[in-house]
């Protein structure tokens, strides 16, 4: 959300042998300026956020893609739900991460996109995430979860045994 942890994560996945390309998913409802600004100008990491516009931070834009097109940036607007969520994630950032084939995906995984929560104004429910993590698993690499936003303590507590439902008991969670 703030910080640039994501990206100092990306930065060191990268340092390790082997690992050429780390993608980084951001579903936490504010856009992940600080990721952005850590990542924007390395070709190795590609990062997509989606989030609530307009809303704090007030980043995020369609026009900010990053000096090698490897930033995608999906505002939507209040109110919208997990369908019209999901259908944005399905048809623009899976194809955006596909088309990078990255070793690595490492989420930005706030919940305050919830309905009830208090500084999101977006309509999800704790099942989505389980849909949203399917669909990063159709990447083919391994997932590497970061728990960001999420301030309405129940569905956030239930939105995250639906993100680790949806994993692979193969799959070691990584918080
Ligand atoms: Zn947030």
């Known amino acids: 959300m703030f910080v640039g942890q994501r990206g100092d994560r990306a930065h060191y996945a990268l340092s390790l042998p082997g690992i050429e ?6 579903w936490d409802v504010h856009h992940g300026n600080g990721t952005q600004e850590a990542i924007e100008n390395d070709p190795r990491i590609a990062f997509c956020s989606l989030h609530q516009w307009p809303h704090y931070p007030f980043t995020g834009r369609p026009h900010e ?4 097109g490897n930033v995608l940036n999906l505002p939507v607007p209040a109110g919208t739900e997990g369908a019209a969520y999901y259908g944005l994630f399905a048809e623009k950032a899976l194809p955006f ?5 990255p070793q690595l995906l490492l989420v930005s995984a706030g919940y305050d996109a919830l309905a009830t929560d208090p500084l999101g104004g977006l309509q999800l429910v704790p099942a989505d995430y389980g849909r949203l993590v399917a669909g990063c698993l159709t990447l083919g690499c391994p997932i590497a979860l970061g728990l960001e936003g999420g301030y309405d303590p129940a569905p956030t507590a239930a939105a995250l045994v639906a993100t680790l439902a949806a994993l692979p008991a193969t799959h070691p969670p990584v918080l």
């Open 65 to 68: 893609t990053g000096r090698h």
């Open 97 to 101: 991460l596909q088309a990078f084939r």
């Open 21 to 26: 390309r780390v993608a980084i998913l951001d």
